[in-house]
């Protein structure tokens, strides 16, 4: 069964210093979306891509995150410099165009000491 | 920001019993779904009801809708321990399949 794949699972990183998550979304996924959870709260969308285009990235700090989907395929988060506050579940999905269900991917803990 | 406020925060119960878990949201919809977390795990798609429908069931999970007071149910029918899980509403809203989340119900089944 197709999955979304995301690495690494967990991350532990000092402030200040600079981390990247990775995402694969299933074939033929042209929609990828980026959330972050802070423990206890529903998922918060951070950007939306379709295809190699930013659909939607109102809810993403431009001054620390970055997003980029090159190919229009796998993509990457990154966040520098890393803030205590970025503590949280950053997790991946994809759906089909003008799809309705998302499908998720384990999601990267990150721990920033 | 969080579109959907789920009630009760926190359930427990006893297996074979029923579970009911409710959203209430802010903004027109175009649809409303419901996924499940397990701790520490990525999110599953449980169910969609779109805003001209009023009722859909899944297995043991039956959902309503009720655009006029803006909120939905769930219902999951003779729990099992393997339900336990976070439960969570997604209201989606315009053209561009975005969805915003609610901030969960946790359900605890015992055996």
């Known amino acids: 069964e197709a999955e979304v794949a995301q690495s690494p699972r967990y991350k532990i990183t000092e402030k200040s210093q600079a981390v990247a998550f990775w995402c694969d979304p299933i074939s033929g996924h042209a929609t990828l979306y980026w959330y972050r959870q802070i423990l206890g709260q529903g998922p918060e969308l951070l950007v939306q891509?379709?295809?190699?285009?930013?659909?939607?990235d109102s809810q993403l700090p431009k001054d620390r995150f970055s997003a980029e989907r090159l190919k229009g395929v796998d993509s990457t988060l990154k966040i520098q410099p890393a803030e205590l506050g970025d503590s949280a579940m950053y997790l991946c999905?994809?759906?089909?165009?003008?799809?309705?269900?998302?499908?998720f991917g384990p999601g990267t803990r990150l721990t920033v000491l | 920001s969080q579109q959907g406020e789920e009630d009760p925060q926190a359930l427990s119960i006893q297996e074979g019993e029923n579970a009911t878990m409710n959203c209430s949201y802010k903004t027109s919809i175009n649809n409303l779904q419901w996924y499940r977390q397990n701790s520490g795990r990525g999110l599953v798609h449980l169910i969609l009801i779109r805003s001209n429908e009023r009722e859909k069931h899944s297995g043991r999970l039956r959902v309503t809708l009720d655009t006029s007071k803006k909120s939905s149910s769930l219902l999951i029918t003779a729990s099992r321990a393997a339900d336990t899980a976070s439960y969570f509403c997604a209201t989606g809203t315009g053209t561009a399949s975005k969805l915003t989340f609610g901030t969960g119900t946790r359900l605890q089944v015992t055996l």
């Open positions: 999905a994809s759906s089909f165009p003008r799809g309705h269900e998302q499908f």
């Open positions: 891509f379709q295809d190699e285009s930013v659909v939607d």
